[in-house]
């Protein structure tokens, strides 16, 4: 079959008749495929056919998104306020806002505000979640680089919030003067609760302001202020009760920049020309709302917290978060073992009410069966349930590999870099057979991108792999591409069968961690969701379980 052909297949144009026929089959179909003999491969149209068969998308075993959140009593309609887009790129850009409206959804129905980000990274998501649902969001990822720019982003964050708090004092000038010349006004605004004043002003300094706050931060992820609906409370809480109506609406509208989060904002810093100009009551008011808020800085701050910690199946939360309570647990493309760790540590946390997890880079996995190991002690990434450990099930590390391609952006013609694997394959002969290497702890990392031709390639990469190019000539080097260069066509034929197999293994992974799910006891719900676009996002199903308590 050529490779059209096998596109076709995998693709769509495959006939329905043909797929019903497919279908109809036992398991043993699938076998017909290779050569009893020799295992190879002799039928690559049924082969095509039972790996689109047995993907995710085919077999019936994700709950759709919608449903998910209509059961949560949400809607799949984004909220207002900050948009994503304009500061990352599309594919993050995607992944935050549909993740984060999942979240949301699922801490509501808990009735819970604490979320533990596992694997945040940069800490696009915790931002996200914190800054436009309000939300209490501490980000655990080992990397100190990335606590590090976290913290930075925070830091940036500051310039945003310092921002507002300039633009509220000139809005209280304006807001004075309309009080003043429209008595009809004032009437109705008495009869309002503070929660509506303070709603109603947070919403105008919202909307007068976002022109001028996209400029603000170009870098630092956000550019726009989270709703202020969930502080209502607390802002009511921090109110001063004055008898001039005047002075009220000067304490309703500066209590909204006080009850900013206190990590976020240098408490008046900017001020002192207007603080000389107050009165000694309104002085002490104001420091009094000041310590209030900064007593209140760890429950009430909507900025989140990075830390820097490695998880495993046996962390501790409440080593990590202090003041850990009730909480969802997500994690956005967690690596490795780090997918599998966040359910257990699920399962076995009374305080995690819930978890959304959506793994990747499966080719980092451990695997109890790989290599035969004796270690009962050791958790594995793969199995996780007890029936595939019960049959000593393993994948390995080539067909794990496989499990991490894109074949949705393959099939919208973003090809496979069919180059940059020949080079690397060629490589792999040139250092066996030059140098006797057969392994090493060394990688060559992204040199086809840096390099100008297939010798600068090759020398590059000796380089980065400490080995002596100079016993190696041009002509040499030339000699194996021109020896490999008429195979081309057949690894590119070989790299799209592992494309056609992905989704086959990625299933294999994922429902492994699904039965480990529906295995524990006190778990209600528990189901996978396709929530990306697998085009912009290829590891688009997310793990999503809700305990029985959070369900009550």
């Known amino acids: 079959m050529r490779i059209k052909d096998l596109k076709t297949v995998v693709f769509g144009g495959t006939e329905p008749k043909q797929r019903d026929q497919f279908q109809n089959q036992d398991d043993d179909t699938l076998s017909s495929a290779f050569c009893e003999n020799s295992e190879k491969l002799i039928d690559v149209h049924l082969f095509a056919l039972a790996a689109k068969y047995y993907s995710l998308s085919n077999l019936g075993v994700c709950t759709p998104l919608e449903d998910v959140l209509e059961a949560l009593k949400g809607n799949s309609q984004g909220a207002t306020g900050i948009k994503a887009d304009e500061f990352m790129n599309n594919k993050k850009s995607h992944e935050v806002q549909v993740m984060s409206e999942l979240v949301d959804n699922i801490v509501n129905y808990c009735g819970i505000k604490q979320v533990i980000d596992i694997g945040s990274g940069k800490g696009y998501l915790s931002s996200f979640l914190s800054m ?64 509506e004043v303070l709603l109603n002003n947070a919403k105008s300094l919202q909307s007068r302001d976002q022109v001028i706050m996209q400029d603000l931060v170009p870098s630092c992820g956000f550019t726009e202020m989270g709703t202020f609906e969930t502080r209502t409370q607390t802002e009511a809480d921090l109110m001063p009760q004055t008898k001039s109506h005047e002075g009220k609406l000067s304490e309703e509208v500066l209590a909204i920049l006080n009850v900013l989060p206190a990590d976020a904002v240098e408490v008046f810093s900017s001020s002192r020309r207007n603080w000389g100009e107050l009165c000694e009551e309104e002085k002490v008011q104001r420091k009094k709302t000041s310590l209030k808020t900064k007593a209140t800085k760890s429950s009430e701050s909507n900025l989140y917290l990075p830390l820097t910690s490695c998880i495993t199946a046996e962390t501790e939360l409440s080593d990590i978060v202090t003041d850990l309570e009730d909480c969802v647990m997500v994690g956005l493309h967690t690596c490795g073992d780090l997918a599998a760790n966040t359910l257990r540590i699920f399962a076995a946390k009374p305080e995690v009410k819930a978890v959304c997890s959506v793994g990747c880079c499966y080719h980092l996995l451990s695997e109890q069966f790989e290599n035969q190991e004796e270690c009962c002690d050791k958790v594995w990434g793969f199995p996780m349930c007890q029936y595939l450990k019960d049959k000593g099930w393993r994948c390995g590390r080539n067909a794990r590999m ?103 293994i990625e299933v294999l992974i994922l429902l492994d961690r699904l039965c480990y799910l529906k295995e524990q006891e006190n778990i209600a719900w528990s189901g996978l969701v396709k929530l990306f676009d697998p085009v912009k996002s290829p590891r688009c199903y997310a793990v999503i379980a809700l305990k029985e308590e959070s369900c009550s």
Request: hydrophobic share 30%; aromatic share 8%; charged share 30%.
């Open 132 to 195: 436009q649902y309000n939300l209490k969001v501490y980000g655990i990822d080992s990397s100190n680089s990335n606590t590090d720019g976290a913290h930075e982003r925070n830091r940036k964050l500051k310039k945003h919030w310092r921002a507002y708090q300039s633009r509220g004092r000139a809005n209280l000038k304006t807001q004075s003067l309309e009080k003043t010349n429209d008595r009809p006004v004032e009437s109705e605004m008495k009869s309002k609760t503070i929660n």
């Open 402 to 504: 496989s499990a991490c391609l894109a074949l949705e952006r393959v099939a919208v013609g973003q090809m496979l870099p069919t180059e940059s694997l020949f080079y690397r394959a060629v490589l792999q002969v040139i250092i066996e057979e030059m140098y006797g290497v057969t392994k090493s702890d060394r990688h060559v990392g992204k040199t086809f991108s840096k390099s100008s031709s297939f010798i600068d390639y090759v020398r590059r990469s000796l380089k980065k792999l400490e080995l002596d190019d100079s016993k190696l000539p041009d002509s040499c080097i030339m000699d194996y591409y021109e020896k490999y260069k008429h195979r081309m066509n057949e690894l590119e034929a070989f790299n799209m069968l592992k494309v056609v197999l992905a989704p086959c």
